[in-house]
């Protein structure tokens, strides 16, 4: 019974449709994979003298005790977007507590302020990855349907007709594979550049929180130890 029912219009709106899915987890995947990388390119410093002179910087204003001074350069136009400067502001408004207790504040300011956006970028990216081979295979299983519905329906067929149906299962498996390749390869990418943050991060604020340290202890706040300088 369901030999003599014709699927070919609901299956022709089904490819259209599979076409228009796979086209938007392209643009949506590479739409996403560049706002990351845009974002940990804003995040991070262009280069490691740029870092060792905000180092720099900071180390002078705290060891002079110029807090205010310090949260100034953190602040400047061209640094307040970066996750480092982010961070240190963070620590210098806290300089009344514990280094201990500032880092702790530190780790959880940066997993939520920064890495939770990138996590959040990359979980789109990897779904895109899983889900566009499967939108392949569903193409590949309604060109299928087309090809047997049309040998079952028929005492001959046209060749050509049929070999419509299996070039558009074929062709839909090439596309999803093709979508989730590259992707692959730029999420990977994006994941080294957040692991180089992430170590410029760590080597950074452990810098600046020895020199505030050792700010605290000659302001007399709370905090005991010594500056990378001493």
Not at 1 to 15: E, K, N, V, Y
Not at 38 to 48: C, H, N, T
Not at 77 to 86: C, D, F, G
């Amino acid at each position: 019974m369901l030999a003599q029912i014709d699927f070919s219009p609901i299956l022709t709106a089904l490819g259209y449709g599979i076409y228009a899915a796979m086209a938007i987890s392209f643009a949506y995947g590479i739409f996403s994979v560049i706002m990351l990388i845009r974002r940990v390119k804003q995040k991070s410093f262009p280069g490691r003298e740029a870092t060792e002179l905000f180092v720099d910087d900071i180390g002078e204003q705290l060891e002079s005790g110029n807090f205010e001074g310090a949260l100034e350069v953190c602040d400047s136009p061209e640094l307040w977007a970066r996750a480092v400067p982010q961070l240190i502001t963070v620590a210098i408004e806290n300089r009344n507590k514990p280094v201990r207790k500032i880092r702790q504040m530190l780790m959880e300011f940066y997993e939520r302020e920064i890495v939770s956006e990138f996590d959040a970028r990359l979980a789109w990216v990897n779904t895109i990855i899983k889900s566009a081979p499967m939108l392949g295979l569903l193409g590949t299983v309604v060109g299928m349907i087309g090809a047997f519905q049309k040998i079952a329906g028929a005492t001959s067929v046209d060749p050509s007709e049929l070999a419509e149906d299996i070039s558009f299962a074929l062709l839909t498996t090439a596309c999803g594979l093709s979508i989730a390749i590259p992707l692959v390869v730029l999420s990977n990418m994006g994941n080294v550049r957040i692991a180089r943050l992430q170590d410029s991060v760590e080597e950074v604020v452990g810098i600046v929180l020895d020199d505030l340290e050792a700010a605290q202890v000659r302001a007399g706040l709370q905090g005991t130890g010594k500056s990378r300088r001493s």
